[in-house]
């Protein structure tokens, strides 16, 4: 299916290493910093990059996330992380403006230099991006806001560095919005016939097709909620 026009130019690249960030919890690569040159993408994402904890991050449905630099404004304003802040304070690979999870949607195929990913599922927070900001409610804001960003999976490798443009040139799901789709998984808030279509969408992270698989069973939020007025 044909896109819409939709292009703009990365204004920045971020990795990280493996750092034992936390007393008596896991280890992390969540700190990235900017990095310049062209840089490699390969099956698992940047070669330059590392993830720690390949259950919950990276893989080939996780192998590099975008996050839009349009939201910073947003959260320092409503006070959630101090003036100055800027990417990667969240941990993400790309920084772009212009794209967001409303204008973005699963399945979008976007040429990255001379890469091609895939969008595959938005982000699911976890108690590191808490840690990481200083700030013990950014997890749940992240899902409250659905400010998450999303993940790639990367279809060609290729290189790509700072200043070259993103273009997304294919759309086979217009209907599902990262927004949408993301809201869905984080809340369970979703019908029962949604969840079936989003279980069967091949395009979407077998991990969130599973989740739906669930939801389509009856593990919504609505019958979660009955159950325990009941």
């Not at 040159?37 to 975008?66: C, N, W």
């Not at 959260?75 to 967001?100: K, R, S």
């Not at 900001?133 to 990367?154: C, D, H, I, P, S």
């Amino acid at each position: 299916m044909s896109a819409p026009d939709i292009s703009t130019t990365l204004n920045g690249i971020f990795f990280g290493e493996i750092v034992d960030r936390w007393a008596g919890k896991a280890p992390s690569a969540i700190g990235k910093t900017l990095v310049s040159g062209r840089q490699e993408i390969g099956e698992m994402g940047f070669l330059g990059d590392a993830q720690a904890d390949l259950e919950h991050h990276g893989g080939r449905d996780k192998a590099i996330h975008h996050y839009p630099s349009d939201h910073y404004p947003n959260w320092i304003a409503e006070g959630h992380i101090p003036a100055g802040t800027i990417p990667a304070a969240f941990g993400e690979n790309l920084a772009t403006l212009g794209m967001t999870e409303t204008n973005i949607c699963i399945g979008d195929k976007l040429r990255l230099g001379t890469a091609v990913v895939e969008v595959s599922q938005g982000r699911q927070p976890c108690w590191k991006v808490s840690e990481h900001t200083e700030n013990e409610k950014m997890a749940y804001l992240f899902q409250k806001t659905g400010r998450t960003g999303w993940y790639y999976r990367v279809l060609q490798g290729g290189h790509v560095s700072a200043d070259d443009p993103i273009v997304l040139f294919e759309r086979p799901c217009p209907e599902w919005t990262v927004e949408t789709v993301t809201r869905a998984r984080l809340t369970r808030r979703v019908s029962r016939e949604d969840a079936a279509i989003l279980a069967e969408l091949p395009l979407l992270a077998q991990g969130w097709r599973d989740a739906f698989a669930r939801m389509a069973e009856g593990d919504t939020k609505e019958n979660t909620d009955a159950r325990l007025k009941g």
